[in-house]
């Protein structure tokens, strides 16, 4: 017997480990190993929608936030506002002593 017929060099020969369970063939409607494939799609599909989903809900989120701008605006009305309600209490203390 020649070396390359034997599959290897000089020595034991190689067993193989015996597997005790085997995986069989699908023997359903379909062997067409593409099932598989479109069933990932499907699912990869429904997670992109769900981070679009969140995507758009963070965005309307963020957008919702006024600006530095309208801030200071509130911040500006509410000092001014004050101030009048100062007066008004100052002048009602004022008007009745």
């Known amino acids: 017997m020649r070396l390359h017929e034997r ?8 067993v193989a480990a ?3 369970t085997g ?3 699908h023997r359903g409607t379909s062997d067409d190993p593409r099932w598989i ?3 990932l799609v499907t699912w990869l599909g429904i997670q ?4 679009d989903s969140l995507t758009a809900e963070a ?3 963020v957008a ?3 600006d530095r701008q309208v801030l200071l605006t509130l911040l500006g009305e509410i000092i001014v506002r004050l ?3 100062e007066l008004e209490v100052a002048d009602l203390r004022g008007g009745r002593r």
């Open 37 to 39: 494939g479109e069933l």
């Open 64 to 66: 919702s936030i006024p």
């Open 83 to 85: 101030g009048a309600v």
């Open 18 to 20: 015996k597997q005790t």
């Open 59 to 61: 965005a309307a989120k």
């Open 48 to 51: 992109l929608d769900t981070v």
């Open 7 to 14: 599959g290897g060099p000089e020595g034991p020969p190689q």
């Open 23 to 25: 995986i069989l063939p």
